[in-house]
């Protein structure tokens, strides 16, 4: 059973806000894909876009090019081998999903593949046709146009870590398989 | 003493790989200021490029613009309240460095103003002008040109989080004033 509820789009931006490493997901012509990406962020609230790092060299970015469309989904310290093994290795040359039995559910409003398992949130998001910031920065600009999060971990537009939900907690690349765990919340005086 | 030594420009786009919220300092004609940020990325490894969201309408946005330079810093966990007050007001109306008794020094490069006490890294950046991403998305690119981590946290192009640094840990903002600390390292198979 699935513990993904719908995540108002005022309140995606708040999905990457912290700066989790997160997966990518596009498909185009019946093939799909899935890398992972630490760098991202978002650009603005509403609507809400963001951007994305996509190398001018992946399938990816050939697979997002020619669909307009991609999914970001958030995945939690349960899938850190995971992240790093779909970020090790090109979709040109092996099926992904298959290698690795990754199953995925079509995004609402864009079909884009989605994954739930282990996930703590996705993002599906239309592409923003910008040339030359792909073409200098390998920058991608998207649209939300659906979110969605895992109950458990992130509900009512704000996040919750707890002990009972570790293997939820997003992952934060330090490089070279490295990782840090959200963990321990912090608070600001005066919020 | 400052910690703080040099980090190689080949190991900058580490500092704010696992996306933390920074710290954004500017100066031009004699004023200088800081903002906090959560949304910012690396884009480019070599020359080591990053990117900022800066909103159009603040004061930080116009001495960046004025000035060609700015300087991320990467607050410690010692630093939130500090973060998110200088998150919190202008510097149109106050000199946060004077409010706040914030202490920088000048950038090697650029002599951007840049925070050490507290701080985990700085990075010092020069602004690469793309009106059209600066207009559409807020989103300045950046070259860094100079680079620094507190030795206690980060050393020989790795960061280590660990029970005596805590002060220094990254921290990475939910929303509303809620942050979370990097604590928890997890090591992906194979890597």
């Known amino acids: 059973m699935s513990h993904f509820t719908e995540v ?3 309140h995606a931006s708040r999905l990457i806000n912290h700066g989790p490493t997160v997966l990518v997901t596009s498909s185009h012509g019946g093939r799909g894909n899935v890398m ?24 990816t970015r050939e697979l997002v090019t020619a669909s307009g469309a991609f999914g970001i ?10 992240t790093h093994a779909v ?3 090109s979709g040109r040359s092996v099926d992904k999903f298959e290698r690795f039995g990754i199953r995925t559910r079509p995004g609402p409003v864009l079909g884009v593949p989605l994954l739930e398992a282990g996930c703590a949130a996705w993002l599906e998001c239309r592409l923003i046709r910008e040339p030359h910031a792909e073409d200098a920065y390998d920058t991608c600009f998207g649209e939300v146009v ?12 704000h996040w919750t870590f707890r002990e009972d939900n570790a293997d939820l907690q997003t992952i934060h690349h330090l ?10 919340t912090l608070r600001a005086a005066g919020s």
């Open 8 to 10: 108002k789009l005022a």
């Open 36 to 59: 992972a990406a630490a760098w991202s962020m978002p650009v603005e609230f509403t609507p809400p876009r963001i951007a994305v790092v996509i190398d001018k060299t992946t399938w």
């Open 73 to 82: 989904c958030v995945p939690g310290a349960a899938l850190v081998d995971l």
């Open 87 to 89: 970020g090790s290795l």
């Open 146 to 157: 659906a979110a969605a999060a895992d109950s458990r971990i992130f509900a009512g537009g």
């Open 175 to 184: 490089g070279g398989g490295h990782f840090v765990r959200a963990g321990g």
